[in-house]
């Protein structure tokens, strides 16, 4: 349901491009603005709105004892789901979530867990009969570009501000949920040869390609994607995961600094 | 309910006493007029509300902008920023073409400066290119703004506009559905578009042009 | 709804006449109105009622998907009321439940009688309410922040609709029960009017008399009215701040 851009727009954008320059004024590797408010919502555990450009993201964290996988008896559960509501963009369509949404839970779930940020064998109850479990809850309020790299903030936000409801189930005392890791996605696209950071939703309408890297406090990746139709070459990526890195970090400083 | 210069009302605000000084943006119920929408009342002859948000809804004789977004046997679908799409049957095209070969002339993209035909009553709209002064796009840029701006950018009797035209060294289009195109050097536009913007976000406003024509003078003496 | 381990038996619901939160039989809760919160939504509005945190957003009118809803002579009205998986006290699954497709659909009822859908033949105007956070009294907070986003999206209609609900809690008549006073409650009644008092949401469950249940009807108009003042003062609020920016001339945004 959305609209055909027009080729005029595409032209603009395109010769922009080759100047060097974004319609917004940002460089290439340039992060719009971002805020984050956290513990906004209180009957969660846990929770975070993101500003990033104009696009809002919120995240909750629920957690409540629950039966651990059969394969991983002494393990919490972390469970991730996105809700792109169609109050969020005119090209978001109510229903279950389709290959989009999916795919953004997924990413936003690698990296909690490639990342380690949460330790799950500290989650155990009791082995074999009861862990914890985490439901990390993202919901996309306003999609102007990006809302991937929006909810993986959010995701960590809300984690570093959940408090373990122990109380509630008779299991102790309520404890701040331990949080080691702060994992990051950073997304580029592709355009022509022409790569960018932090896409806008015009730039991410013309874009072919996109390269998600997702990496942990210390530099190191933790999880990647690409996706859309197109080709990335070799140097490219290498070039994409150079800034990634950089971007990261710049971002977690920032993050902790808000 | 007396004078009421340019107050902002919403829906259901009671305007007047007198059916007979219903005007647009507003109904008569009970022999009263309320407002329809939530905009700007104008006390004149008539009571109308002008609107501060909403779709534009298309009328014959409208010159606008359009963008193609299908073709098939014999029509483009046009895009018109409206919830409505346009067609523009080949025969409306001001050159005899064949079906095969419409989309060498508007392809999937394009955009165009067109007029609304006719509209039904069921919003069936038709649109024309029958006109020296309509056609494709191939140069400049297209801004969107809300159609309710569109009325205060033109200004009265163009005042606006032919100031701008000049201030601004571009050639400029407006379309009634929100669309504007502008045309001319690089810089030129990028301050056209910086100025649109700027009369849309204070529209409703007094003293506008006034303020307009002390921006561009400060923007263009600051070497811009 | 989890269940709290609460007696009824040990809550005394009034204290020297003041509810449990410090309120009056006829307040409701604070209320706080944001107009505009949403950038891609046509129209949009984020509502506070008591820990009630509710957006709204409307899209139209626009072109119908699939083609075969539409209808020749005017526009059709869809509501979404939906809520978000952390918004209760136990995590819910996402997506409809039967509850949100009956809000849904009362919603949308107590919407449509005020906008002018003969305007927009063979389109549609869609209402989305996401409960961000519940605290009972989700409807009718997400009803007053649709009302206010249709507004904002320039829907014509012939007026607002405010809503809020009575209830009857320790046999006494209440406004705008509270999560504790609505579970261990002896009446709910969610009702949505337009200014003017024409009635185009009622619901109850529970036990009234009748003489209650005109003191509950007397109790909610007052209330509805209350709260349409604070509607309309965040629409008309919203512009008239937008003048005081002024003259700040160099402030355009690029976009």
Redesign the interface.
Known sequence: ?T????????D?LYNLFLKGER???RTFDQYRDFSVERN?????EG?ALVKLG?S?V?V???M?PGEPFPDTPNKGVIIT?A?L??????AFE?G?PNETGIELARLVDRGVRESKAIDLEALCITPGKQVWII?I?V?I????GNILDASSIGAIAALLTTKVPASKFGLGEDYPLPVKDIPLATTAIEFGDVIMFDPDSDEESIANTKLTVITKADGSICGMQKSGTGVLKEEQIYRIVDIACEKAKEIREKFLEE | MDRMDRKVVIPGDLLSEEAKRSGEGTFVKDGKVYSLLYGLANDRDRINVIPLAGKYVPAPGDNIIGIVKDITFSNWIIDINSPYDGLLHISEFPKRIDSDEMSKYLSLGSSTMIRIKDVDSTMKVELTLNDRKLGLLKTGRIVEINHTRVPRLIGKGGSMISMLKKELNCNIFVGQNGRIWINGGAEDMDLALKTILLIEKEAHTSGLTDRIVDFLKKEKGAGN | MKMIAMDESNISFFKEGLRLDGRRADEFRPLKIEVGVLARADGSCYVEMGGNKVIAAVYGPREVHPRHLQEVNRAIVRCRYNMASFSVEERKRPGPDRRSHELSKVSREALEPVIFTSYFPRSVIDVFVEVLQADAGTRTAGINAASVALADAGIPMKSMISACAAGKVADTIVLDPMKEEDNFGQADMPIAMTPTGEITLLQMDGHLTTDEFHQAMAMARKGCRDIYEIQRNSLIERYNQLGAELPVVQEAEVV
């Open positions: 349901m609209n055909v851009i027009s080729e005029l727009k595409k603009y319609a917004d004024g906004l919502i209180s009957k969660a929770s104009s809002q919120l909750g964290v629920k409540q789901n809700e509501v169609p109050l969020a963009s005119p109510p279950p439901f809850d919901h309020l306003d999609d102007c």
